[in-house]
């Protein structure tokens, strides 16, 4: 079971960036998939999920700026991030439960001028 997080990168305010989840070992439209961000110094925080049934949420934080979509054939999730801010900057991390949970290695964002 593995989960791969790509995309991250160093992208100025305002522009966009796609990270993508990769998942091998288990079938991802059977789990809840969620991408969690933690920032230096404060807590890991949930940004965006989409369960099982295709329901979606946001933080607060991110609404109207990301959106998250899952590509069943790819076996694949990804977060769409658009008008980026200073204070999106954090290591990314893709999540996956069911009755187990599995969490990928991160992938660092960078949003500066």
């Known amino acids: 079971v593995q989960l791969v997080e790509s995309g991250g990168g160093l992208v100025q305010p305002g522009g966009s960036l796609r990270l993508s989840c990769a998942a091998s070992?288990?079938?991802?439209?059977?789990?809840?998939m969620r991408w969690y961000r933690q920032a230096p110094g404060k807590q890991r925080e949930l940004v965006a999920a989409?369960?099982?049934?295709?329901?979606?949420k946001f933080a607060d934080s991110v609404k109207g700026r990301f959106t998250i979509s899952r590509d069943n054939a790819k076996n694949t999730v990804y977060l769409q991030m658009n008008s980026l801010k200073p204070e999106d900057t954090a290591v990314y991390s893709c999540n996956a439960e069911r009755i187990g949970s599995y969490w990928g290695q991160g992938t660092q964002v960078t949003v500066s001028s």
């Open positions: 070992g288990f079938i991802i439209s059977l789990y809840d």
């Open positions: 989409v369960t099982s049934g295709g329901s979606t």
